[in-house]
């Protein structure tokens, strides 16, 4: 398989791993997995968003509610051994299921074993060729081998191909001769191939050629296994009943979707209770007998060959320009890609969610960093996300930022290393550049500045820029590389906006006539310029001395709030200024302002997106997007001591209307580029593949 898809770990772990004694081995898993399970707690078990019915799902037959699909991988001879005792359990339930026997592994499969099941109902199946982790490592080695498994799968009369490791490269699956593979997962990040197939429904994987696939079928049914497997659960997370299994069952069947289940009879003890690389017999035969007992007629208890041939049933009867049914469901055009974004200051978060929430809608799996410091990791807690706290703010000395920026990027290499994304969406964060660099990982960059000097070493593989920044940088649209969005990059979240009046109370402004929300320029960041603190002591003298105003005053953070309270006593003496002395959202108190002053670029244009005046303090190189806006009369430039004077109306706001909810121009576009980068992503890894085999 082509490196770019396999973890650093997982490459060390099966090199390493016929050295390593099996207690240690799993020591290492179950280590890694506590903190997998930590960042996936929103996507695992259950990931909400692949209960969606795919497009044209015609149901199960006889009108069943949902599909109970057990199959079994058996992975060495103490498997083999309890083989039969596991299958006598399942018909005390009234079911049946599937065996998949390793070929060419540690084991000698009995004939007549397999001869028991088939005669008791149950199916048996290849499972991968000598089980090494190797089976994917070149295309030209997979055909060779393939030849071998096809010659199993005819002796033993079977359909059906699941890999070792649940490694897979579903393009070449066409080459074995079978109905079905099951190699897949609606979601499982434990897995080294931890990309699921976004469905718990089966669904069709066709030949990129029409009609040469798997069987001259045109092409073979993916079943992909939607309840965590028994070692998963009872091995390495070491749970101590079934209940995950019976809560994502239960959902399942709420979708109508298919419960399809690995158990290795490896792992299972008939005996007691388990030992810690096995686990208790009745945890399963209880699971069973519930599902049973609840759902009884609603349940379809198939074999993975009677699930497959009913999916191709539909799909044979599908003219070739409706091959739509049962594929693979709407939510993802290609399969999801891991991105990585990094939450490096506060306006990165509103920013990022609704981008999130978008790209996991699309089968996407986003994981997160964010850096402590300037109350960035508070704000994504507030906003509900699941992040990875990494490095922390270092000052703003230059050595210690340059200092800073070096050691977070180790950091940050750390965490690309273990999580592996094909893909970094930045808006700014120049650790992550650094970290991606060294790891060659492409970089998506959001940007609405032009100024923000790069050196070319850092320069990103694609750029995603308002337009009339994108006029500045890509004159004549020429380049794909840089791509424009229209509108303002605060465009993308304000529609997510729901007023909170509850903030007046918090800050005490309900008596203010007029509330103005004052952001000095950050004195930290590479743009500070001093005159516009001339400029900030001169906005507070006016805001001050002018009846009925209420100034809520926003320092960048501690430090720049302690300067301020030292510098300028006199502002704080009576209520007249206040600094929250928690996160605020900062929207919010934008739309409940009668007028922001502002240094920093986000508040201006958050407040211009919201249609709030709003005065820029900034007083660096102007960008596009600032020159736009206040070309536009959306943006007052304050460039000078008399521009506060005679620019600054300090009156209330009579026009409150909300921003539309609507999702914004600038989201669908930037959606939009990131589909097609995705797509040129799925493209490079063919071509890589290709060139990869003929070597
Ligand atoms: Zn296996």
Redesign the pocket.
Known sequence: MPESSTSLFTRVYYVAKPFLPRAVRWALRRHRAAGIRERHADTWPIKEVLGDTPAGWRGWPEGKRFALVLTH?V?GQEGVEKVQALAELEMRCGLRSCFNF?PEGGYEVPGSLREWLVSNGFEVGV??LN?DGKLYRSHKDFSQKALRINRYLRDWQATGF?S??MLRELDWLHELDIEYDCSTFDTDPFEPQPDGAHTIFPYWISHPDGAQGARARGGYVELPYTLPQDSTLFLLLKEGDAGIWERKADWIASKGGMVLMNV?PDYVDFEGTGNGMTFGATHYENFLKRIVRQYGDGVWNALPGEVSRFVYAGVSKLTPDRVSWPMKPSVAVHPGIKIWIDLENTPHIPFFCPIIRELQRKGHQVVLTARDGYQTCEMARFHGLNFQRIGRHYGKNLVAKVWGLVVRSVQLLGFARDERPALILNLGSRSQALAAKFLGIPVVEIMDYEHTAESAFLESRWYLTPEVVNEVLNPGNSSTRFRAYRGLKEDVYVPDFQPDASILDQLNLRSARVVVTIRPAATEAHYHNSESEEILVHVMERMLTSPGVRVVLLPRNKRQERELRNTHPAWFDDSKVIIPSEVVNGLNLVWHSDLVISGGGTMNREAAAMGVPVYSIFRGRLGAVDRHLSQHNRLVLIESVTDVDHKIRVEARSDRELPNSEPSAALKDILGHLDEIVSSLHAGEVVARRSHASR
Do not use: K, T, V, Y
């Open positions: 991988d992975e390793i499972h991968d089980h699941r070792g490791f290795h």
